[in-house]
């Protein structure tokens, strides 16, 4: 099945939604208050967020009053045109360089993190690239257990500590032995508890310190991973971690799930950072480079 298959499959709120606002623009009809109010009703029923959303209907209502828009198929031309020239990075691939590329992985318990890593793991060793892990979230065991298994899987380079141990300790290690061993890339999982914000700050402005001072540089990419089924409560996460470790870019997980996709604009449009992978499956080749063009077509073609 295609990526752009599975993200049709996996929409199923969002595409119908959005597929009104195609219908609207179809229609042709008068740009009224009601119009107005039926694209924002579908906007939230996409789960793109009120602050985005309000961004986004002062932006069209501007630009309707200056070109003198008559009807709606000129709106919802513009609007999807905005939203792909949107979702487009110049900056969108990961950034593996200079040698050993240090990629530090954020993101809340069970929004698929630790299989992320695992899946970055694979698909780096098969490009021929040297992977050392390190299981910096010490709080749960089973997380540097499951990736104990997918370093096992892949052929990558593992370092662990002891379950409880300080993170940046373990991260102190792991950045130490990637560059002694002269890997290409190190993947660092971290702590995922949202319970106390100035723990969880505190942990992640530790790591990001030790692995500037060891490695001479920060991370080459800080990922927040994102589970795409939780809608508006992944945008919270994401400003919480984005206060905390600034992002580089963004993975959302379970699209395969009930997704709802118009959380993606809403991440892009808070965080001003790029969607860089998306996962729409449970191998390891199922998470795939972000294509904006492809998730838009996704989203709005019937």
């Known amino acids: 099945m295609s990526w752009l298959t599975k993200i049709r499959d996996s929409f199923g709120k ?158 102190f290690d792991g950045v130490r032995a990637g560059i002694a061993r002269n890997v290409d890339i190190i993947l660092i999982d971290t702590a995922g508890r949202l319970q106390n914000k100035t723990n969880l700050m505190a942990e992640l402005e530790k790591m990001r310190r030790v692995i500037e001072r060891e490695a001479g540089a920060p991370p080459a990419e800080t990922l927040l991973v994102l589970d795409g089924t939780t809608g508006q409560n992944a945008l919270s996460q994401a400003k919480l971690f984005h206060a905390v470790a600034p992002i580089s870019g963004v993975v959302i997980t379970k699209l395969d799930s009930t997704a709802k996709g118009g959380v993606l604009i809403g991440v892009v449009d808070q965080l001003e950072v790029p969607i860089k992978l998306v996962g729409v499956g449970e191998k390891a080749e199922d998470l795939r480079d972000f294509d904006p063009l492809g998730f838009v077509s996704a989203l709005f073609d019937a």
Do not use: H, Y
């Open 14 to 171: 969002a595409r119908e939604s959005l597929s009104a606002v195609t219908a609207m623009g179809r229609a042709k009809r008068p740009i009224t208050d009601e119009f107005w109010d039926e694209f924002e009703e579908a906007l939230i029923l996409a789960d793109v967020g009120m602050p985005t959303i309000q961004k986004i209907l002062d932006g069209l209502k501007t630009v309707q009053r200056q070109e003198a828009w008559k009807t709606s198929d000129q709106v919802v031309a513009r609007f999807r045109k905005d939203v792909e020239r949107f979702l487009v990075f110049e900056q969108s691939a990961l950034a593996l360089a200079p040698s050993p590329a240090i990629v530090l992985i954020v993101g809340v318990n069970g929004s698929g993190k630790t299989t992320t890593i695992g899946k970055l793991a694979t698909r780096f060793r098969k490009a021929g690239k040297s992977v050392l892990l390190v299981a910096g979230d010490t709080f749960r065991a089973a997380a540097a257990e499951q990736l104990g298994i997918w370093a096992e899987r892949s052929g990558a380079q593992l370092v662990r500590g002891a379950e409880g141990a300080d993170p940046a300790a373990v991260v």
